[in-house]
């Protein structure tokens, strides 16, 4: 199965910060890396899929970047919403696998 | 509006069975492939399960194959997740997802508490 590892694990922030997050793939993804927000006792919600495509609705302060086996999810200007947890996901193959999260808090 | 809504969660206890369906509404839900996915404090999120669209092509995390079978009714608009000899291990929120493409998970439901404790 391909790992995905995320980092940092946690980190903290206040609102208007420049925010990013990466994640590597233990193998080459190519650019099928997806990115979830998950706030607190609701599900995963897709932000960013193959790498860099924002999902519709998604805020255009959230960008991603990267390919092969570094991602990268930056968040230009912290929102209040944006304190969750955030999630890289591989759909290269199957299984597909998550990484731990980075769960973002206040500063 | 796309909804998925999960139900059919609990309490069982180890060894027993239970059975996790998920209503669709607001979309075609016969031209999507849908996933269950499960989210533990310990082991955070993992996919479980995967089914085509017509029902005819699944595949399941080897921590769950040969346990648990995944199946859908176009017809009803509903996805199911029969879970057999289940563990302590299986404690966890399962999710329904819908599928984008490609393994990409655009919509979840909120998804149901399912306890294995004695």
């Known amino acids: 199965d391909i790992q995905m590892t995320q980092s940092p694990s946690s980190l903290s922030a206040s609102v208007g910060d420049r925010v990013t997050i990466t994640c590597r793939a233990s193998q080459n993804i190519s650019r099928y890396l997806n990115w979830y927000r998950q706030k607190s006792g609701t599900a995963p919600n897709l932000l960013v899929y193959a790498a860099s495509h924002l999902q519709s609705g998604v805020p255009s302060r959230f960008s991603g970047s990267g390919s092969g086996t570094n991602f990268t999810l930056t968040i230009s200007s912290l929102q209040p919403e944006d304190f969750a947890t955030f999630y890289c996901?591989?759909?290269?193959?199957?299984?597909?696998?998550f990484g731990q999260g980075t769960k973002v808090d206040v500063k | 509006e796309v909804q998925l809504v999960e139900s059919g969660g609990g309490l069982v206890q180890p060894g027993g069975s239970l059975r996790l369906s998920c209503a669709a509404s607001g979309f075609t839900f016969r031209t999507y492939e849908m996933n269950w996915v499960r989210q533990t404090p310990g082991k955070g999120l993992e996919w479980l399960s995967y089914i085509s669209t017509s029902g005819s092509n699944t595949r399941y995390a080897d921590s769950v194959k040969g346990r648990f079978t995944i199946s859908r009714d176009n017809a009803k608009n509903s996805l199911y997740l029969q879970m057999n000899s289940l563990r302590a291990e299986d404690t966890a929120v399962y999710y329904c997802?819908?599928?984008?493409?490609?393994?990409?998970?655009?919509?979840w439901g909120q998804g149901a508490l399912v306890t294995v404790s004695s």
């Open positions: 997802a819908r599928q984008l493409g490609s393994g990409v998970l655009d919509y």
């Open positions: 996901q591989q759909s290269y193959t199957s299984p597909l696998t």
